[in-house]
């Protein structure tokens, strides 16, 4: 029998999860093995995971009880909800209480819980700057998970508390890419002024949990913030033009005009980067890019991002 530690993956088809399940997987001797969660064992990329030695259980975040069973025999987790799949905030919270009560049944050892700041505590819910969105929150999508975060301290959990940052893959599956107008010029729209935008390859994320996992008890009970370089709007389009070939412009646009696109969650992220914006200094400081690389020495910065997949990125 193995005397490896097992690592119980949520989400591990997806970004932050696959990413973590790699990066056991391409390290047999550093102590892990992986448990990969899924609805859907025979998809292909749950496949390729047993194919190189995960072990796949069916679970559901939906199912408490799968969940439980998921858990059990395993030394940590990796705990991750998907907002973007649903929209539902009372659903990602119901997700995020079974996942902390699977952990606490299972006698888990150390549980990574991928969160982020509750925005209504910098910008309370009476506060007109910007507008309450599902009549009870600021940013849905941060507040969230943000406010779940006492069902893994309620239940005095070895957890780890992981602030993510904007995903530059959202450059490929948000269509957030530069965009050509109807005057032909190419540019990206954030409503972020000057400010800087921490974001990091969401790749990177699962390295970082990787990280924290090998440090042992070292990061629990404590938040850890990761990014992979902090870029404002300008100079990430400098890096586009660069790479793309072709000249990209930043076109900054008030929150207002971002929140009116009418595409699925644009108040949402209007907000996002209005927060982003307004609180500049403590989002950046919290999410050093130096103290991320310690944790994950293969960290890449937006133009090694970019040179790696811009032929993924939709801009023509």
């Known amino acids: 029998m193995s005397d490896k530690k097992v690592i119980a993956v949520t989400g591990a088809t997806g970004s932050q999860g696959g990413g973590l399940v790699r990066a056991i997987l391409n390290d047999p001797a ?58 539902s905030v009372e659903r990602e919270m119901a997700n995020a209480k079974s996942m902390a009560e699977a952990a606490r049944s299972a006698g888990l050892q150390h549980v990574i819980w991928s969160t982020l700041e509750d925005t209504r505590k910098w910008v309370p819910l009476e506060d007109d700057r910007m ?38 893959d959202n450059f490929i599956h948000f269509r957030m890419g530069p965009k050509r107008g109807p005057d032909g010029t190419v540019a990206i729209t954030f409503p972020m002024d000057d400010k800087k935008l921490p974001g990091i390859a969401a790749e990177d994320i699962g390295k970082c ?72 200094q403590y989002f950046c400081g919290a999410r050093s890019p130096e103290f991320t690389r310690r944790l994950n020495p293969e960290l890449r910065d937006f133009r090694t991002w970019l040179v790696r997949n811009r032929s993924e990125i939709p801009w023509e």
């Open 30 to 87: 550093g102590g892990f093995s992986v448990r990969v969660l899924t609805r859907h064992i025979d998809s292909e990329r749950s496949r390729e995971f047993a194919k190189r030695g995960a072990e796949l259980v069916v679970a559901d975040v939906d199912n408490p009880d799968s969940l439980k069973r998921a858990f059990d025999g395993a030394y940590g987790a990796y705990c991750v909800t998907f907002f973007w799949e649903h929209f």
């Open 131 to 168: 507008p309450t969105l599902q009549g009870n929150y600021k940013v849905p999508h941060f507040d969230g998970k943000g406010a779940s975060n006492h069902f893994f301290t309620g239940a005095d959990l070895p957890v780890t508390f992981l602030l993510t940052s904007f995903y530059w």
């Open 209 to 280: 949990a990787y990280g924290i996992f090998r440090n042992g008890d070292r990061f629990i009970r404590q938040k850890v913030g990761i990014a992979g370089e902090h870029l404002t709007g300008a100079q990430m389009a400098a890096i586009f033009s660069d790479v793309l070939g072709e000249t990209v412009r930043y076109n900054n646009v008030p929150p207002e005009v971002y929140r009116s696109f009418g595409f699925p969650g644009a108040d949402d992220l209007g907000n996002m980067f209005q927060f982003k914006r307004d609180f500049e």
